[in-house]
Every structure is written in structure tokens, then in C-alpha cells.
């Protein structure tokens, strides 16, 4: 089993920056993918941007050089900075951990308004 802590998120105005962050804890495997999903009222869950222990990144289109995420493979966890927000940013943003099992963290709300 493997627990997921997020942190970050927030209101910001459109412009603006924000971090997220994800710790997982448990029974960690050696290789595993980590990441970001979001998920907009209406709207079906959408991968944002994942890493992997291999240091292999992916971003959907509509964030590629705006956010920015990150592993800290001592203390597993990933970061995502994201920056040059957009009110279509809105969404719950959710971390994902797929390695031995899939898991997902709670969700951490981000809203993008002036």
C-alpha cells in the first residue's frame, strides 16, 4: 500500500503561480510513475504532467512551458510548479502513484480568477 499527501493549491489571480506538492509513503517499488491529474467541473479527469523514477516527463499540450514538475527521489515526491496560470487552470488537481498498485492522493482545489 501506498499513502499520498498533497499540499498546495489555492486562488490565485490568472498570471499567477502556484506549487503543488505530493508525497508518497509506504511500500514504495523501485521504478514507479508520479504525477498530476485535474479534473474541471463538467469535465473528465485529465493527465497535466507525470515523472518517473527514470527521470521520463510528460505534459499534456496546454501547460507545456507553464508548469514544471519535479522529483525528490529521497523523500519521493513531486512537485508542480506552474506558473502563467490560466483561468482554464481551474480544476481539482490530483496526484497520482503508479507503481505496485495505482493510488490517488485527495485532491487539492486550484482556482485561477481575478
Known amino acids: 500500500q501506498v499513502q499520498l499527501v498533497e499540499s498546495g493549491g489555492g486562488l490565485v489571480q490568472p498570471g499567477g503561480s502556484l506549487r503543488l506538492s505530493c508525497t508518497a509513503s509506504g511500500k514504495i517499488p523501485d521504478f514507479y510513475v508520479m504525477g498530476w491529474y485535474r479534473q474541471a467541473p463538467g469535465k473528465q479527469r485529465e493527465l497535466v504532467a507525470t515523472t518517473t523514477t527514470v527521470g521520463i516527463t510528460n505534459y499534456t499540450d496546454s501547460v507545456k512551458g507553464r508548469f514544471t514538475i519535479s522529483r525528490d527521489g529521497a523523500k519521493n515526491t513531486v512537485s508542480l510548479q506552474m506558473s502563467s496560470l490560466r483561468n482554464e487552470d481551474t480544476a481539482v488537481y490530483y496526484c497520482?502513484?503508479?507503481?505496485?498498485?495505482?493510488?490517488w492522493g485527495q485532491g487539492t482545489q486550484v482556482t485561477v480568477s481575478s
Open positions: 497520482r502513484f503508479r507503481g505496485g498498485g495505482n493510488y
